[in-house]
């Protein structure tokens, strides 16, 4: 599950210009003016070594270009915080967190890029559209991500649905929906505050 979780947390941005101008150009037109953003997700992980299909959904808040946090309900709740190069997961059902780094190096070779209003994003991937669709392929092979697809939307926030696949033949697709930018958020929805007893492990 944990595994899960660091293949997708680290997606999202886009444009609403797409068709008029370059891709790459739109987004980096449109984080000139993003402050924050919020919205709702449904993920569905598509798991070949389990032959699974798992279904989660839930709340996401992003601050550019360091700042995120996703919160899933239902059985399996967990919280996911990225903060300024440190990512901590937390399980309440099992009250148990963990913690890891992510220094610049990493964070240009995931889809994280897309969070830093693509400044690097060509350094790091090749980007090619084709049918409507924009695939994003890592230069370095060495990474266990094989490419991601970004499907856009013409209305309102200009991602409608990310699609990852790995290496190990996975997919993750997260639909985004009810998207809002420049609300306000506030910078504590960014920090995993411990209950009380609880320990953090690090990785």
């Given at each position: 599950m944990k595994k899960i979780l660091v293949v997708f947390i680290l997606l999202i941005t886009s444009s609403t210009a797409f068709a008029a101008k370059p891709f790459v150009s739109v987004i980096k037109d449109?984080?000139?003016s993003v402050k924050d953003i919020r919205g709702s997700f449904v993920q569905?992980?598509?798991?070949k070594d389990l032959e699974k299909e798992l279904t989660y959904s839930g709340s996401f808040y992003i601050k550019p270009p360091k700042r995120m946090s996703w919160r899933y309900e239902g059985n399996e709740s967990q919280e996911v915080y990225i903060n300024?190069?440190?990512?901590i997961i937390y399980q309440k059902k099992n009250a148990q967190a963990f913690r890891s780094k992510y220094d610049?190096?990493?964070i240009g070779q995931t889809p994280?890029?897309?969070?830093?209003?693509?400044?690097?994003?060509?350094?790091?991937?090749?980007?090619e559209e084709k049918d409507g669709v924009i695939r994003f392929t890592p230069k370095q092979s060495n990474f266990n991500l094989r490419y991601f697809d970004i499907y856009p939307s013409k209305e309102g926030f200009p991602?409608?649905?990310?699609?990852v696949y790995d290496k190990n033949e996975n997919v993750v697709e997260l639909?985004?929906?009810?998207v809002r930018i420049n609300t306000g958020l506030e910078d504590s929805l960014f920090k995993f505050t411990p209950p009380s007893g609880l320990s953090i492990i690090d990785n």
């Open positions: 449109y984080y000139e569905l992980s598509k798991l300024e190069g440190e990512l610049e190096r990493t994280l890029a897309l969070l830093r209003g693509f400044k690097d994003v060509q350094t790091n991937y090749n980007v991602i409608k649905k990310i699609v639909t985004l929906s009810g």
